[in-house]
């Protein structure tokens, strides 16, 4: 009988879920890392919620080890990587707390436009200021989501129930999708500009991280409202506490921060501020809701080997994995360059798979190339959850298979219909390695590197001296330099690896160079 430890608190139910399934369920709670160390090495699996930490040692002691279920959705507390080399899965539950999460966005949202909190204080020490307490009413006005997810679409439900006119910014939010939850869809400028009150629901990502910045959140309505319950980093809170002062903002609520526990916040003592520590799952169904999951799914996988929510593994079996596991990596990294590469809204999606590629089991790999084409906005999605998340946002997901390829043993094509076009990316699997072998219908042969240059430029004469100069010139070492073009004084492209980061100022110079098109930073 596999055995699992259960080191945070789940409810009774959970614990029975693990016994009716045939799963010996160990409840201690409290340990600490000393005493865990000790004991971990007898377990097929744990159960966490976020205080328990599954570190690189944790992880090492538990030799018999095969699958960590945390109980919600963040996973900082789990080293994944260290987990997937030690053939691990690690599984979440990312959707059992999201109406909770939402229901508390629009508590801060009433909270907000009718000062509950200062009225509440005022009115217990004894002042009656009955006007100095002027409220808004939420009926009318406008809200803007930025994140239109799941819990997003949550909060446009019940935004929607309030009579109020909801404008959403979300890349991966399909126009069929947006009339579905009743939103309109909208760039991030005219959300700024138009929404009396903003939300936000997305994780924190390179691409969202400070997506509220000094300079968008001069781009809002005097007088808005902003909430944030999804991370912390989101809003530039220096350059949100100085528009609190100044007036410009109108108020803001807080459930997550920047640097947690919060003890101390650039936005703490503003008269028009609110906070609350992190309590957007705190509810006693979300915390039921999540700790019956992580049990089913834990459950699953020891008796079963069925895997659901995984963070780190798709389903694949035992006989498919070591001839799927090079094609699998390729198709992560072409949906992660398609994902960096795309900045407008997402229709469709189609992946083409030609030659021996073609007479495998395309599903995981499919899987994993959502994956990788939503991570960029999407922090949390997983090989699992991609194709489910692809659905609920309305991007429609094609596969195509033929079984001769003219140039290449196995090619894998990814093609990303958006609002202002289509764009395609090629991959191959050399000696093992995947690599790009075509972007934008020109032909290289790139291998993936952890950071990569990408330039789009008219093919002139001096510039890849230019561009080399410029890399020196910021301390830049080149790892690889590879071209494609149409022909000379058309369209060509460089993917340059790299081994440090190239700066904003460094792209910009690169920007600046005659004759080119787009600069950008790619990361895998």
Known sequence: MPRVLIADKLSPAAVNIFKERGVDADVKTGLSKDELLKIIGDYDGLAVRSATKADKDVIAAAK???????????????????????GVVVMNTPFGNSITTAEHAIAMMFALARQLPAADASTQAGKWEKNRFMGVELYGKTLGLIGAGNIGGIVADRANGLKMHVVAYDPFLSPERAVEIGVEKVELD???????????????????????????????????????????????EVALRKLLDEGHVGGAAFDVFVEEPAKENPLFGAENFIATPHLG?????????????????????????????????????????????????????????????????????????EGEVAKLNTKPMTAAALAG???????????VSAPAIA???????????????????????????TEKGRRGFAGSVLAGAP????VKGMDLDAPFSPRMLYVNNLDKPGFIGALGGLLAEHEINIATFNLGRVTMGQDAIAMVGVDQDPSDK??????ALPHVKEARVLRF
């Open 190 to 236: 005219a959300l700024l500009k138009r929404a009396d009150i903003i939300t936000l629901h997305t994780p924190l990502t390179d691409k969202t991280k400070n997506i509220l910045s000094a300079k968008n959140l001069a781009k809002t309505k005097k007088g808005v409202l902003i909430v944030n319950c999804a991370r912390g980093g989101l809003v530039d």
């Open 506 to 511: 460094l792209l910009g110079a690169i920007q």
């Open 435 to 438: 690599r790009i072998v075509e």
């Open 281 to 353: 799952a705190s509810t006693n169904e979300a915390q039921e809701k999540v700790a019956l999951q992580v049990a089913e799914q834990m459950s699953d996988y020891l008796i079963t080997g069925a895997v659901t929510n995984a963070l780190n593994s798709p389903s694949v079996t035992a006989e498919e994995a070591p001839r799927l596991k090079p094609f699998i990596a390729l198709a992560e990294k072409l949906g992660a360059l398609a994902g960096q590469m795309v900045d407008y809204g997402i229709k469709g999606i189609d992946i083409a798979y």
């Open 373 to 383: 084409i939503m991570r960029p906005m999407l922090a949390e999605v997983n090989m």
């Open 64 to 86: 018999k080890l095969k699958v960590i279920g945390r109980a919600g959705i963040g996973v900082d507390n789990v080293d994944i990587p260290a987990a997937t080399a030690a």
């Open 391 to 417: 659905k609920d946002r309305g991007i429609s997901v094609s596969e195509s298979k033929q079984e001769d390829s003219p140039i290449y043993e196995s090619l894998m094509r990814i093609v990303i219909e």
